[in-house]
């Protein structure tokens, strides 16, 4: 069976995507590159937010349309829209063939055979887990599915379920999987990565017993944390990050707001000053790391003061990267009972003058970085009118969503390769360096 793969939504749902493409190529599956040579187009949906649900919709509905132009002969549909609204889509998209929530994930390779679509798999085994990007030094290892926090915008909870520890020795096994296909930076994601083992008993493993099984059990050169609530840094965990080298220097904390009004009204367990503690607490441990946090403007409820609020912190605290999203309601969550009262040309305003803040804020945080010798994980070989011969990433940036460093001389390095620098310039959120002999 030739399988077509269509993966969106975040690094998480990716891992979805590897996992469950690698068992139906276990089974006999082939992946296909081109959508319209596949016996089989798979879509993993995204229902975060209402651009992913519309794009989303948009892939299904091509998808389907290759199965009158082109070779499909079935599509299937799943992740966090399908476990959402999948009633809704059967009866709305009668070509699609299959919709499958996450709890009927396990049947999909028995309804392909079925189908006729696929060997029996019965007689096959469970594959590794499949890479699907563009580059397989760069992995994603998700450790736990679902989250416990109730945030009133957020309906992670309503399509992923209640915070469950994915097996600590499978997350082992994987990581050396990973590993023996090229992986030199694993991203360690969760909806809370602090969360990790406390649904395992008393005893069990926590988060720095998992890093350090990590460190012990492969030769990976660059692990990194994503997706850490505040109340999960505790002490064992940061003096690991301090005295580890092979745990980057790096961190992504959402805090979503900074005004005490709202973070009580959005139902985060943080306030603004243990923010601000936990923040200068990180920064005394670990001199080098960048911090990443997100937030959201116009929120049902906040006000002019409210955002002058959140300005105000970050200018304080000036987060090396901010990223700043526009409120929208969401089905089934706490939030979708208010009002939503900020005017969408406000919340725009809003997200754009932050967004500025933070753009001369990044600039002036990533300057002190300017003359270190430092290693750039390569990502490309740079097109020869840039002016440099590849472009990668420092560790203070992480894949996809923080700038690049372009890279000078180094002719000799390829994608994955760990390359000696020295900074010479930040330019916004990107950095100039050059190889060092």
């Known amino acids: 069976m030739k399988l077509g793969v269509i993966s969106l939504g975040c690094d998480k749902a990716t891992v979805d995507s590897e996992r469950l493409v690698g068992d139906l190529v276990g089974h006999g599956a082939v992946v296909v590159p081109d959508l319209a040579a596949a016996d089989v187009i798979l879509i993993n949906t995204c229902g975060f937010i209402d651009a992913a649900k519309r794009e989303s919709i948009e892939a299904i509905?091509?998808?389907?349309?290759?199965?009158?132009?082109?070779?499909?002969?079935?599509?299937?549909?799943?992740?966090?829209?399908?476990?959402?609204?999948?009633?809704?889509?059967?009866?709305?998209?009668?070509?699609?063939?299959?919709?499958?929530?996450?709890?009927?994930?396990?049947k999909l390779a028995l309804a392909l055979a079925e189908r006729?679509?696929?060997?029996?798999?019965?007689?096959?085994?469970?594959?590794?887990?499949?890479?699907?990007?563009?580059?397989?030094?760069?992995?994603?290892?998700?450790?736990?599915?679902?989250?416990?926090?109730?945030?009133?915008?957020c309906?992670?909870?309503?399509?992923?379920?209640?915070?469950?520890?994915?097996?600590?020795?499978?997350?082992?096994?994987?990581?050396?999987?990973?590993?023996?296909?090229?992986?030199?930076?694993?991203?360690?994601?969760?909806?809370?990565?602090?969360?990790?083992?406390?649904?395992?008993?008393?005893?069990?493993?926590?988060?720095?017993?998992?890093?350090?099984?990590?460190?012990?059990?492969?030769?990976?050169?660059?692990?990194?944390?994503?997706?850490?609530?505040?109340?999960?840094?505790?002490?064992?965990?940061?003096?690991?990050?301090?005295?580890?080298?092979?745990?980057?220097?790096?961190?992504?904390?959402?805090?979503?707001?900074?005004?005490?009004?709202?973070?009580?009204?959005?139902r985060r367990p943080e306030r603004q000053d243990t923010i601000r503690r936990k923040v200068a607490w990180l920064r005394e441990a670990v001199p080098d790391i960048a911090v990443r946090t997100t937030t959201i403007v116009g929120f049902p409820g906040e006000t002019d003061d409210d955002f002058r609020t959140l300005c105000d912190f970050a200018s304080e605290i000036t987060f090396e990267r901010l990223g700043v999203f526009t409120y929208s309601p969401q089905d089934g969550t706490r939030?979708?009972?208010?009002?939503?009262?900020?005017?969408?040309?406000?919340?725009?305003?809003?997200?754009?003058?932050?967004?500025?803040?933070?753009?001369?804020?990044?600039?002036?945080?990533?300057?002190?970085?300017?003359?270190?010798?430092?290693?750039?994980?390569?990502?490309?070989?740079?097109?020869?009118?840039?002016?440099?011969?590849?472009?990668?990433?420092?560790?203070?940036?992480a894949d996809d969503v923080d700038g690049v460093t372009h890279l000078r001389e180094g002719g000799w390095a390829r994608p994955g390769d760990l390359v000696k620098v020295r900074v010479e310039e930040c330019e916004d959120y990107d950095f100039r360096a050059v190889a060092l002999p």
């Open 335 to 397: 939030a979708a009972e208010f009002e939503d009262d900020v005017p969408d040309e406000v919340k725009r305003a809003r997200q754009e003058e932050l967004s500025e803040l933070q753009r001369g804020i990044s600039e002036d945080r990533l300057s002190r970085y300017v003359g270190r010798e430092t290693t750039v994980l390569v990502d490309e070989v740079s097109a020869p009118e840039t002016g440099t011969t590849h472009t990668g990433r420092v560790p203070w940036q």
């Open 61 to 106: 509905l091509e998808a389907a349309k290759l199965k009158e132009t082109g070779n499909v002969k079935a599509v299937v549909a799943v992740g966090c829209l399908v476990q959402r609204y999948g009633a809704e889509m059967r009866k709305e998209m009668p070509e699609v063939d299959m919709f499958l929530g996450f709890s009927d994930l396990h």
């Open 155 to 266: 309906a992670i909870p309503l399509m992923r379920g209640k915070h469950r520890s994915e097996p600590f020795q499978r997350l082992i096994r994987e990581a050396q999987q990973l590993e023996a296909q090229g992986a030199k930076e694993v991203n360690l994601v969760a909806q809370d990565l602090g969360h990790f083992g406390r649904d395992l008993g008393k005893d069990g493993p926590r988060l720095p017993d998992l890093l350090e099984a990590l460190l012990k059990e492969t030769t990976i050169p660059w692990f990194r944390l994503l997706y850490v609530y505040s109340a999960g840094l505790t002490d064992r965990l940061v003096d690991l990050m301090a005295r580890e080298r092979r745990i980057v220097p790096y961190i992504d904390i959402p805090i979503q707001h900074a005004a005490d009004r709202m973070l009580e009204r959005m």
């Open 116 to 153: 006729g679509l696929m060997p029996d798999p019965v007689a096959g085994h469970p594959g590794v887990r499949q890479y699907l990007g563009d580059g397989a030094h760069v992995r994603y290892l998700k450790i736990s599915e679902g989250c416990d926090h109730t945030c009133a915008f």
